[in-house]
């Protein structure tokens, strides 16, 4: 029982470190999330647009800081499409256009905090055709990871989600892990 105790003791103060606690402060750069997606070849090709979503973000108090996050989106993006990825709007077949990707912050009470996601994406057929829209707020799997590992976690669940949307709509061919 002490065993389990510790370990857990062990994760939460992790989150606290990770999201910042009075007079500390953290800077992440880009990640490289894996959404557990996988899309059918014959999906066609999938390219990502993104709005006007600040590179750089202070989600909640400010105590936390995420740079270079469009490239962390367009990785996210490129690992879950695969071979499917499209450089450019005007090659794919399907296009997802983010219009609003807000990073923000979950409490896990007075133990710390998570980071989420509050979004906003339209998928398009290349012809720039609304094929789905969908909002949401995404939370990581596991909101007691630390680190870089953290941020992966919630750009994966939010791309995971924007493909269920998609599927529901249409009945594309996806598997999520």
């Known amino acids: 029982m002490l065993r389990r105790s510790v370990v857990v003791v062990g994760l939460l103060v992790g989150v606290v470190a990770l999201v910042g606690s009075a ?82 912050r979950g409490n896990l009470g007075t133990l710390g905090a998570f980071l989420t996601i509050r979004y906003k994406a339209i998928w398009s057929d290349g012809a720039g055709n609304q094929i789905a829209a969908m909002a949401g707020v995404a939370q990581p799997r596991n909101p007691a990871e630390t680190g870089p590992r953290h941020i992966e976690d919630v750009v994966e669940v939010m791309y995971e989600e924007m493909v269920a949307g998609l599927e529901k709509v249409q009945g594309v061919k996806t598997r999520t892990d």
């Open 23 to 104: 007079g500390c402060s953290a800077t992440f750069g880009a990640v490289n999330p894996r959404p557990s997606v996988v899309i059918d070849p014959q999906m066609g090709s999938l390219a990502l647009e993104l709005g006007q979503i600040p590179d750089t973000q202070k989600p909640g108090d400010g105590n936390l800081t995420i740079t270079n996050f469009q490239t962390t989106l367009t990785t996210g993006f490129r690992n879950m499409a695969g071979a499917n990825y499209a450089a450019q709007a005007k090659e794919a077949k399907l296009v997802l256009h983010i219009e609003q990707a807000e990073l923000g």
